[in-house]
């Protein structure tokens, strides 16, 4: 059969959970309706109403000083799918991606952390205290991608993501748009999520595990039951792949994200948004709902889940919906969270590889609101085309699209559309800047370093007041760089507004997050906070501004330590140049955290107020935003063009891929301008060997903060710079941290004469 | 307690607890539904959210899934539901939780 370039192979699996080590054991497992549950043996869960999991057992799982649970299940996994990709060694190619969704990285590890600087005053050593606050931001959400890249690199460029429980399936987005976009030409890609105590309290709080383990589209479903694990895969061309010889296990076809903007925790009850991921990723595949012949199913076992995701189903598939069989292994291995896309995705490219449909483990008694084809034993069926879809808190829908090894993708193969920025908005604690006026906050007067005024006056709220701190400062941020009315569009019950939401984001909530262990030690697992829950997961501002503003398309977070800001630019850069999402607002936001100051005074020492002494500046507090359309779209929308975005340059180690920044236009005096978040000599050498190094600078962090969110203000600024000022052809900004690096050059937009 | 002080300190925890933010405590209706449209507008997230507080601030145990759903209803149906337990723990002797 004829083959496109487009075509991209599964090439590689690996997946690690409660039934299996393997990708072959877990499989084996699953098609015999095996289920994994037990009471939690890795802390205990003394006063959890429900402490039955799916917890892996038979691995081993340590590792350097720095490890956790999370990263050595996202290496154990991702070694497999590199191993069974043949990359392992001699087959690797020139450049390789990787791509690693989580949702709670460390967090066991930190909660033990936790339990020592939470002890009362006096109980605790102080040395004791400063040794464990030193190690307390050891696990972002970035550190098992660090891991994972450390074990099986060298990699061309790596990303750590989260949207809750569809991470996994946006990794492969993510790595698809990568290959698309012609950035490398293999990538790894999955999550991982071990279990921890913040996420077996805050499921049993929001009283959504059921007590006899995970029965979904059952009629007496109770709730979901936590699992853990890791799933890895590897796609790359599938010209390539035949060139080296490799067969395929299957092929990625179409994928899609779409975002609820309804609800933190409940799923939004007519389906309406993944029956828009599932129409727009069978788009992508080239495919009609006559061709699915097997769905894996988000199917958690929560009384709201399965009837919504039923709904969804039998909207997209129509009448095939009485034919095409459906199941979900949630009843099986549990609910793994960030890890469930990728993990399931090993599953349907098994299912597809062998023709065996796998069942629902722990369904008895099909529930007819949910009015599916169920599977209630694995059985043989030849399957050409597979659906899987993943759902997350705030409401993040993502759509894989899996086909046979020897289907050919009939849908279109997109070009990379032209990006430009169209409006900016930063909050610092000097104030709040939108439009052009962005440009003028390197010279901003801030007192303190808190944002010490009433931010009431700027949002909604009654609609507002599920937002935490950081979803605030985001939602300011990213209401004044859209403009255009978004949330008076949104308070007048207005349709949503097709635009994505990418969040930079360090460390997530962290003192929210000692606020929740803090509740859970002192009064028991009984009275965690439901209603905090939700803040603590990575991603959650993200989908909190979605669901402010009504914005309907890709939602997620990116973290990358202190270039947050420059990689989530990077994130939405790609989707609207992919064609993933017409307009996205990316913000990255540092709040205010005690803890995170205890620990910078801890690891840099106690006095950095002084900046005139050539030390570091006041981390602060902010949010920067720049609201990214495809050109095409700004134009027929006739949105405001700040700058069009002329080359997004990303590296991880390798710093020989910054001498691909080009040049400053017209030479260093022709109107160029270096914008950066933090003053740096890796930057200084980057402008130094790339010809930029004579051009005027601005260094944003001075006035707006030094923090892990300066470079999403420095965006801001750069391109309001570049919109205010006539004279400016080009804007370069860069961002090194730890040896990861990012420059995004802005160029002048100009209407192309017709 | 005096019936109308239990009420008034169930207003109290609904603004501060679920961020009722510029909500005066004293402008909610004894009667007005907590859920849905007019009323307070809460859904079943703050219904847990009030389920938890209730066993904590008042030393209740709270019943869970549908046969909770009646105490939920108001102001009154809360102070209601908090009264009787409390004069249940009372003759029983056993001790509140939390």
Redesign the interface.
Known sequence: MPRTQSVIAITGLGAVTALGNSVEETWERVVRGERAFGPITLFSAEGYRVPLVGEVRGVRLDGPEDFSRTSELALHAAREALGSSGMSDGGRPRRIGLVVGGSTAGMLETESTLSVILSPEGAVDPAARDEALGRMLSHPLSAPTDRVARELGPFTRVRSLSSACSSGANAMLVGATWLELGLVDAVLCGASDALCRVTLAGFN???ALDPDGARPFDRRRRGLTLGEGAGFVVLERAADAAARGKRAVCTLLGWAARAEAH????PEPTGDAPSRAMRAALARAGVTPADVDYVNAHGTGTPLNDPMESRALVRVLGEHAARVPVSSQKGQFGHTLAAAGAIEATITACAIARGIVPPTGGLEEPDPECPLVHVMRGEERPIRVALSSSFGFGGMDTVLVFGRADAVQRGAPRRSRAVVVTGAGVITPAGIFGGLDVADVPDSAPEGDAIAYDL?AELD??RA??LDRASRLAAVACERALGDGTRTKALAGAEHVDAGVILGNAFGAVDATSAFMRRLRE?GA??????DF?SLVPSSPAGHVSIYLRLAGPTLAVADLATSGECAVAQGYELVAAGEADRIAVVAVEEKSQIVDQVFRVVFGPDRRDAARGERPLRREGAGAIALAAEDVAIAAGLPIFARIEQVLSWWQDESAFTEVAPPPGGARGGAVVVFGTAGAAIDAVLERTGWSECRRISCAERAGSHEAAGGIAVAVAAATLAKDPSIEAVLCVGIARGSGYAITFGRWRARSS | MQRSDLKREIKQLLVAE?????RDPSSIEDEAPLFGTGGL?L????A??IA?LV??KFGVRVP?GDEARPMFRSVSSLSEFIEAARARDATSGSAP??
């Open positions: 709080a929001l009283g609800h933190i925790t409940n009431s709220v009654e007041r599920r009064k009984r009275f965690a906070s439901p209603a939700p | 679920l961020n009722l933010t510029g507008g859904d079943s997230l703050d847990l959210q938890m066993e904590e869970e939780t939390g």
